[in-house]
């Protein structure tokens, strides 16, 4: 299953692909956990400032107050930049292009179908125009030299080889850390709304017995900074990418253990397992596809009520 030695300029091109759409990725990613971040500080201090600007009459009052208002507006203009342009939808095609391009390395460097073919090469640099074509609302950026062959597999390639690197070391070191990421920030937002809920209960209720009574307008803020926070893990979605993650995981734990049971002689068995969990990976990528989608749908305004109703598909 290797190919002849050598450098393979076909390899190295989908490869680039890869690292291209990778990178494109990382960036859209970064650029909406940052606003997205920024959305979150921001209305809350917007909340706080208008607290304070109550309880702190004369300049300060005054100071706290402007910020509020500042906070708040740049708040609405950070969120705004998470949804223009459908910067989520761009990552997650991106992030699914990388997958593709990869895939293709690998199935062309072992001659996994659709390769084994003279015209290899062909049908490469079809799917990479293909998909340039069709993401080309997606600005592509491009690595730099050092970074564009960066792990790249070597034309002396083997079955062991691609349980080593693409089944056993994406389960260990890419998808089970990265679930246990996603947890760990899923768990420390909900310890965060559930101190923020019993501040407010308490401060409630201090509020209501009268002689504490000037403690209740901080109910307000607590539950303005509540809602935010819940509102910040819901859009962020830790929950399905933990769960998305973890069972990536697993799936490829036990590839790995069924890889490393079939004879090393037995070509035409390795070529359909790395077929199936070529088509495994590329399965999550399009339930973040579907998952988008049905958010999307989920989200969409309710269409306004008409005098005369129409029948027909709902776009």
């Not at 690292?19 to 959305?39: G, M, N, P, Q």
């Not at 996994?112 to 993401?135: H, M, Q, W």
């Not at 349980?163 to 965060?192: E, G, H, M």
Request: some cysteine; hydrophobic content about 40%.
């Amino acid at each position: 299953m290797k190919r002849s030695a050598g450098p393979d300029a076909t390899l190295h091109f989908i490869w680039s692909q890869y690292r291209s759409w990778a990178d494109t990725a990382v960036h859209l990613k970064k650029e909406i956990s940052l606003w997205r971040f920024a959305a979150l500080v921001l209305t809350i201090t917007g909340a706080l400032a208008a607290i304070l600007s109550q309880e702190f009459p004369g300049p300060y009052g005054k100071l706290a107050g402007w910020i509020s208002a500042a906070a708040v507006g740049i708040a609405g203009y950070a969120g705004s930049k998470i949804l223009s342009g459908g910067k989520e939808k761009k990552w997650i095609q991106a992030r699914a292009a990388a997958q593709q391009c990869k895939s293709h390395a690998y199935r062309y460097l072992l001659k996994v179908s659709p390769y084994g073919n003279p015209e290899d090469d062909v049908l490469i640099f079809k799917t990479a125009e293909d998909l340039i074509r069709s993401l080309s609302s997606i600005p592509q950026l491009l690595p730099s030299k050092d970074q564009e062959l960066k792990g790249v597999p070597s034309e002396e390639y083997s079955f062991d080889d691609y349980l080593r690197d693409r089944i056993k070391s994406q389960a260990y070191d890419y998808y089970s850390p990265k679930a246990a990421q996603y947890a760990k920030w899923l768990r420390y937002a909900t310890w965060a709304g559930v101190g923020l809920s019993v501040t407010g209960f308490v401060l409630g209720s201090l509020g209501a017995s009268g002689q504490y009574a000037h403690l209740s307008v901080w109910v307000a803020f607590i539950s303005t900074a509540t809602a935010s926070i819940t509102s910040f893990v819901a859009a962020s979605r830790y929950q399905y990418l933990s769960m998305s993650y973890q069972v990536m995981a697993n799936q490829l734990m036990v590839l790995w253990s069924k890889g490393s049971r079939i004879q090393k002689h037995d070509l035409e068995k390795q070529r359909q397992f790395i077929s199936n969990c070529e088509e495994i990976l590329a399965a999550e990528g399009e339930g973040w596809v579907t998952e988008m989608t049905r958010r999307e749908q989920t989200e969409a305004p309710e269409p306004e009520e008409k005098a005369v109703s129409h029948s027909g598909t709902v776009l």
